[in-house]
């Protein structure tokens, strides 16, 4: 069963910055051949996919954080990021990673963001 924990969330004003951190307990390999991506749970019911990134680095956004938020990975440590420049109120939510497949890992707890001043 991989575990996947995340953190790096808080309280940040309008136009701050956050980094966060999900760290996969799963083999170098495995991790290594994921394409891993961050969802945020807002105000809505669902969880939206935000950031992608595939197994070769190659990276994907959706329309609302293009170029404020950069997803990277590091396989040596198993863990992916998310950092989060010029936030927006919208981007208030709680932050989880994932496998972005069919076949996703079980959900973390995930790391809650705030953008209020």
């Known amino acids: 069963q991989v575990q996947l924990v995340e953190s790096g969330g808080g309280l940040v004003q309008p136009g701050g910055s956050l980094r966060l951190s999900c760290a996969a307990s799963t083999s170098a390999d495995i991790f290594r051949m994921a394409a891993m991506g961050w969802y945020r749970h807002g105000s809505g019911n669902q969880r939206e996919l935000v950031a992608t990134i595939y197994r070769g680095g190659t990276t994907d956004y959706g329309d609302s954080v293009k170029g404020r938020f950069t997803i990277s990975r590091d396989n040596a440590k198993n863990t992916v990021y998310l950092q989060m420049n010029s936030l927006k109120p919208e981007d208030a939510g709680r932050y989880y990673c994932?496998?972005?497949?069919?076949?996703?890992w079980g959900w973390g707890q995930g790391t809650q963001v705030t953008v209020s001043s």
């Open positions: 994932n496998r972005v497949t069919t076949t996703m």
